[in-house]
């Protein structure tokens, strides 16, 4: 195996495949990264036992670099490519297998690195046959990051730390929750698939990481295994196991009260009021309204002092009485995730969930648990 | 107490002034920061046992600002910093004392803190007398940057923790070393004291982080405090007591060889080699050159792996059999801190210091001690 390519594009796949390879992996070998030269191709393999990415360079339309000899080499990632990223921009490396070290060359540098057994690394799997589901990277990503933060840090339920996929009706749904809040985002898609999927954060974190936004992804889901793929790059990745909860019986029907406030100005107040509730265990702040239609956020930490402010909606509709306390951090997560600069706000009580919504838009949702008052 | 400034006036005082507030300090006042309206001036402080610092705000230009009720107040600087960084920019600020509370109001947004006893916050020193030694802010600061990074981290002689300046014929020198490097600048300064000072760490990083670099300083040495005062902003710190060890002996006097060098290339061939000598303990480099003027910087790590490249220096004088090892990542560190885009590089023999010069400039000097090779 040798090859030669730019320092620049081998730093740029390095980037990508390096970040899901692990320090400390199940088996030595994945602690390395995998180059394999394939007639003009180059390929890039790494990942752990949840999730692979492979990424192929293709060196034809290059006159200077090329695959002097096929063949594999696996290389610890750590030395590898902490060396590749401090080799000159805009030169040549050769990379160069000798028995079991890889030579790497640039200019007047001159490295060996202590190989692994590429004979030892796991295959990786098959993809699934077919076309798969296409989707735009940009909507995928976005998809994904308006729903990822709401996933629980940790859980006894498993299925709970990781976003729940429902493909339905030519609709992709995704949701995640931790019990306490809720992120639902769905979108339209060509395909007559049935089905739910849970994906791990990591995966999906990876994904926005290593995807061009601009390209079309496609997507193959099996029954343990998702797979990714775009012209250039594939990634694996496990399924978390198990059955998601029923969410249609947690969100709210109806409403009491709807309010539509700018998303900035309210945002600002949550980020305030919650500078003084972080005491609390569930950062307790309380909204709430009466007949003057004006919106109070409250907060309040004894020995420290309380916070308390009035901000004006844009419409209020339906019943002015009105409070309800919250976890200010859950609700301050929400609002950030959303683009748009107006939201809605749904009520139905004290002790019922709020939902917030871009306004206008019913393809985004949130809910946030009502918590105890403090005082 | 009461007045009233602009958001943003204010975010800006307690980003300096707040840095020097200690979380947990040796007297509870002092997690507090103290506002003081004199006549038509804003008097900001905080401090610790170390460090305290002063900052006026002058409110007569401004028709909106004032001081309405002259008097002091004591905050806990920690909730009182976070909440005025949350207030909208662009807006007045009131800030009133009740009693043992502070009521801070911006438009619709209504707090109270609980404050500190004001009657505890100790007195600041008084400024020593005279008119001070001035200097320019950018030259301090320059001076400050390319000493302070070489003192010791800890080291049971507290003297080595900072940097030693030393005033004589009308010019300041700053020694920083840990024993195996050492950073030296000098300047001409107009003062006829002569004297030596040890300024801790955290002063010199407060004061670069600070002061006004077009603004001149004035700065008041005595015995056990060293103030720095600007238009608008004291900083009194305590200095490190005992005797700072004398340099001078350690200095080489002459050289074997003297090599002129690209810093830029230099640099990110040391941190290159500096990727395998992690292991060693005194991240051992070997920089050698023979007969054909090359420079040739190696490393090697067994498991992992070595490497070696060569540099063609800008010019050679002297002796060229040379070889020599140190501290890659002190010799790294010292290039850094040189803005110059060539170094002078002198050698005595392996088991001589080393010295950095910026080509053709004698106000900047550094040491590397060699080290016992790795091989």
């Known amino acids: 195996m040798e090859l030669i390519i730019h320092t620049d594009t081998l730093k740029k796949a390095l980037y990508i495949v390096g970040r899901v390879i692990s320090a400390n992996p199940s088996i030595p070998v994945l602690s390395g990264v995998k180059l394999e030269g394939v007639k003009e191709s180059l390929i890039v393999t790494g990942g752990d036992s949840d999730i692979s990415i492979i990424k192929t360079i293709d060196l034809k339309e290059s006159p200077q670099e090329e695959i002097v000899e096929q063949g594999t080499l696996v290389v610890p990632i750590k030395y590898f490519h902490e060396l590749i990223k401090r080799m000159p921009n805009n030169s040549l490396v050769t990379i160069k297998k ?3 070290k890889v030579q790497i060359t640039c200019g007047d540098i001159e490295t060996t690195l202590s190989g692994l057994n590429e004979e030892d690394y796991p295959a990786v799997p098959e993809k699934p046959p077919g076309d798969g589901i296409s989707i735009k990277g940009s909507l995928l990503t976005e998809m994904i990051k308006e729903t990822q933060f709401a996933a629980a840090k940790s859980d006894t ?7 729940n996929w429902n493909f339905k009706e030519e609709e992709l749904t995704m949701i995640a929750t931790n019990s306490q809040r809720l992120a ?3 979108a339209s898609l060509k395909t007559n698939l049935t089905g739910t999927f849970i994906l791990p954060i990591k995966t999906l974190t990876e994904l926005v990481h290593s995807i061009d936004k601009h390209q079309f992804i496609n997507m193959y889901p099996s029954e343990s295994m998702f797979t990714f793929q775009s012209e250039d790059l594939i990634l694996y990745s496990r399924l978390i196991s198990g059955t998601y909860p029923d969410i249609n019986r947690i969100i709210p029907k109806d409403s009491a009260t709807e ?15 919650n500078l003084l509730a972080a005491q609390w265990k569930n950062n307790n702040v309380t909204l709430s309204m009466n007949m003057d239609g004006k919106i109070r956020l409250s907060s309040s930490t004894s020995e420290v002092g309380q916070i308390q402010e009035r901000l004006e909606p844009v419409d209020v509709q339906g019943e002015r009485n009105l409070k309800v306390s919250f976890d200010g951090k859950f609700f301050a997560e929400a609002l950030k995730s959303i683009q748009e600069e107006l939201v809605s706000l749904s009520f139905g009580g ?24 403090s005082s």
Do not use: D, F
């Not at 309010?259 to 009021?273: D, N, P, S, T, W």
């Open 157 to 163: 339920r498993a299925v709970l730390t990781g976003v």
């Open 259 to 273: 309010v539509v406030v700018k998303k900035g100005r309210l945002l600002e107040g949550i980020e305030r009021a």
């Open 350 to 373: 004290s002790m019922r969930p709020i939902t917030i919504k871009p306004y206008n838009k019913t393809s985004t949702m949130h809910l946030i648990s009502p918590v105890r008052a």
């Open 98 to 100: 000798l028995y079991k």
């Open 184 to 186: 639902l985002r769905k």
